[in-house]
Every structure is written in structure tokens, then in C-alpha cells.
């Protein structure tokens, strides 16, 4: 009879109370005939078709051939005018974040980072047996507020290892100015710390640092395709950075870095720059008419630089989210103080958006 064991014991911060993930077998599926506006994809259709007609062209072996990067390396170092040493694909811009704590962190390191922003930043710290130090937005009658300054004094108190900027960050919508970000890249170079610019969000938000790359050697920029590219669901992202940074990320990346169908789809859609840009000007749109709408039935909206926007429906709160449940998924009444009582919408086309705008109205007439 076999005696009954116990699981040996995790490292201590896997084992902490506090670090606990989703459960994943109880999520509910979305509906597909509802308005996905909660987790900022591109559901642009026009764009999903040129998506659909890359993966249809797909060769077999896209599906049955462990990956081979190093075509998609090179096209991608031509369209971002990176050296193919100096960048790092990824699965999402997640993976890339996550192998910058891989690479650098140590048990015991501190960690900039902003509150409230990308999830993972703080699932990290605690993975990796960091001590986060979260510099707070604080609340204003125009939204969310974050001094450079602020961010720079941390760094030159705390002497973190790693500095973690999304630019724009989420959910909060706010960027810094080019002069902003590079002071504070400056600072984090002169606190011997690892600087990473998130730029997820690019290019909705077009301003970028990876042009900096050369000029920093202690700089990582990543990048997501789960925006403006419409590929949430395929995972892909990438880092850039010098090649003696990029080599030392790819000391910790997994056996590949990302799959043979994400490379291939994500190669051919490197062809169709133009329908991506053309997608973004399109959200952009619906996003400004969605604001315009709120602003005229007296709402307080916040124009984030993301591909998203946030609404305070205030006493007429409870009326409109009845109005407009099981029809779009979206982020209701954040609980932060800085962005408190306002519900956050992903970009949609004008079309797709108008339907939703028309039954906030009527909620708000009522």
C-alpha cells in the first residue's frame, strides 16, 4: 500500500498567500453576439478579414514545423529599423517583460513600478521574490495624474533594479511627453537600473523610444501585436533593446520564443502595414464620436491615449449598466482612486460603436 505524500514545497514567494493567479476552468466564455469592448483587442472587422485571408495563405507547415524565427527576425528589424541582434520576440509583449525580470531581477531587488497598471507587473515582482515600490496616480478633475518628477525622486531614493514604464499605461490612459520619458530614463541609468518602456499600445499612441535604444544601453522597449495588429489571440510581441541587452534576454527565453502559426501570421501581416494603420485611424474615430456622444448627454469622459476611454456615468450609473448588460463587455466602476466611478471601453469602429451609444442615451433619457 502506497503511503500518502505531501507536495514537496514551493520556493516561499510561490508558496505567499498574497500571490494568487485566476482560476482558469471556471472562466466563462464571451459571447460572441455581444460588443467585446473589455480588454482592448482590435476587433476591427475590415482588419480581421486581412488577418483571415494571412492565415488562410498559411503553408502546412505552419502548423505541423517547430518554429524557425530567423526570416521573421529580419523583416521585422526592416520595419522597425532595428537590428535584428537587438530584438527578442516573444510570447506577447508579456513574455518580454517577463524574461527583462528573468534576466535581472534577484530576490530582494526593488521594482518601480506605477499604480494601477499592467497586471503582471506586481505577479512579477512577487514570482521573483522583488520588493515592488508602486508610485501612485492620484486623482484629479482630469483624470489620473503622475509627475516625471515624482517617478524620479523614487528612483534616486530607492536604487531599484528594474524601472517598469508603460507608455501609454493601462488602465489609466496617461503618457509622458518624449522629454518626460527620457528623464527618466536618464535617471534610471544613473541609479544602475534596468529601464523598460511598455509600449503596447503603439501605435495608437505614436510617440516611441525604441529609436533609443542606441543611446541607452541599460533601455528595453517592448511591444504587443494585441492591439492595433488584431492578434490578441495568437500571442506575439517583442523586445528591442541593444544586442549585449538582447543577447542576455535571450539567455532566458523558452526553447522558441514564439510558435510557428503566431511567426507566420504575424510575418504576413508585416506586408500589410498600411490596413494596420489604416484599422487604428478607424477605432480612433469611433473612439472620438463615442466621446463626443458622452460629452453631449453630460457625462465626464477621460480621452486616454490608448486605444480605450473611460466613462463616469455617476447617478445614472445603475440605469445604464442595466441598459447595456448582455449586449457589450466592458470594465465597470473601477475601484482605484484615481480612476473611481469611471467604466473603461475598449475602441470600436463608428458602426460598431453607434448601437451602444443609442442605448446609453435612451438609458440616460429614461
Known amino acids: 500500500m502506497n503511503e500518502k505524500t505531501s507536495p514537496p514545497p514551493p520556493r516561499r514567494c510561490i508558496a505567499a498567500p498574497d500571490l494568487a493567479r485566476p482560476e482558469r476552468a471556471t472562466e466563462g466564455a464571451r459571447n460572441p453576439s455581444v460588443l467585446w469592448l473589455d480588454k482592448n483587442e482590435n476587433a476591427d472587422p ?10 488562410a495563405n498559411l503553408p502546412a507547415s505552419a502548423f505541423y514545423g517547430y518554429p524557425g524565427l530567423g526570416p521573421l527576425y529580419r523583416k521585422l528589424a526592416a520595419f522597425t ?3 535584428p541582434e ?3 520576440l516573444s510570447m506577447g509583449s508579456d513574455g518580454a517583460i517577463r524574461a527583462a525580470f528573468e534576466a535581472f531581477v534577484s530576490p530582494g531587488d526593488s521594482v518601480i513600478l506605477t499604480a494601477p497598471t499592467f497586471a503582471m507587473y506586481p505577479v512579477y515582482c512577487k514570482i521573483y521574490g522583488a520588493k515592488a515600490i508602486p508610485i501612485a496616480y492620484a486623482p484629479s ?4 495624474k503622475l509627475a516625471a518628477a515624482t517617478i524620479i525622486a523614487a528612483i534616486g531614493e530607492t536604487a531599484p533594479r528594474l524601472v517598469c514604464l508603460p507608455n501609454p499605461d493601462s488602465p489609466t490612459g496617461t503618457a509622458f511627453s518624449q522629454g518626460e520619458l527620457r528623464n527618466i530614463v536618464e535617471a534610471a541609468g544613473r541609479a544602475g537600473a534596468v529601464m523598460l518602456i511598455d509600449e503596447a499600445y503603439y501605435p495608437f499612441y505614436p510617440e516611441t523610444a525604441i529609436s533609443w535604444i542606441g543611446d541607452y544601453s541599460h533601455l528595453i522597449v517592448t511591444r504587443s501585436t494585441g492591439k492595433a495588429w488584431g492578434l490578441a489571440g495568437l500571442r506575439i510581441g517583442y523586445a528591442a533593446a541593444t544586442e549585449e541587452l ?3 534576454l535571450h539567455k532566458v527565453r523558452p526553447m522558441y520564443e514564439a510558435s510557428t502559426l503566431a511567426a507566420a501570421i504575424f510575418d504576413g501581416m508585416l506586408d500589410h502595414g498600411d490596413a494596420v494603420m489604416e484599422s487604428v485611424r478607424r477605432l480612433d474615430a469611433g473612439k472620438a464620436l463615442f466621446l463626443a456622444e458622452m460629452n453631449a448627454m453630460g457625462l465626464r469622459t477621460l480621452n486616454g491615449f490608448g486605444n480605450f476611454c473611460h466613462v463616469a456615468f455617476g447617478g445614472r450609473a445603475e440605469n445604464i449598466h442595466a441598459a447595456l448588460k448582455n449586449h457589450v463587455y466592458y470594465r465597470q466602476d473601477f475601484k482605484e482612486p484615481c480612476l473611481k466611478g469611471f467604466s473603461r471601453f475598449s475602441s470600436t469602429t463608428p458602426e460598431k460603436i453607434q448601437p451602444l ?9 429614461s
Open 357 to 365: 451609444i443609442e442605448r446609453i442615451r435612451a438609458a440616460v433619457e
Open 81 to 83: 529599423g532595428v537590428a
Open 86 to 88: 537587438s530584438l527578442l
Open 141 to 144: 478633475d482630469n483624470g489620473p
Open 246 to 248: 538582447t543577447t542576455l
Open 46 to 55: 475590415a482588419l480581421a478579414e486581412v488577418v483571415r485571408a494571412v492565415a
